[in-house]
Every structure is written in structure tokens, then in C-alpha cells.
């Protein structure tokens, strides 16, 4: 968890890439 919340930090420019990916695992997660 903690690494979640550095890379945001370290990549502020794919923050959205980040969280996408974030939420798309979420979603996989919750299909499986």
C-alpha cells in the first residue's frame, strides 16, 4: 500500500495513468 501512494509522487505525470491502473485491478479483482 505504501508503494501506491509513492509512486503518485514519484510519476505526478501518470498520476492518472497510475490510477487507472489502480482502478482497473480493482475491477478485475471484484469480476474474479
Do not use: A, G, H, K
Not at 501512494?5 to 510519476?11: N, V
Not at 505526478?12 to 471484484?30: D, E, G, K, M
Request: net charge positive; no cysteine; hydrophobic share 45%.
Amino acid at each position: 500500500m505504501t508503494i501506491l501512494s509513492i509512486l503518485p509522487t514519484t510519476f505526478l505525470p501518470s498520476r492518472n495513468y497510475i490510477v487507472l491502473r489502480i482502478l482497473q485491478t480493482s475491477s478485475t479483482l471484484s469480476m474474479t
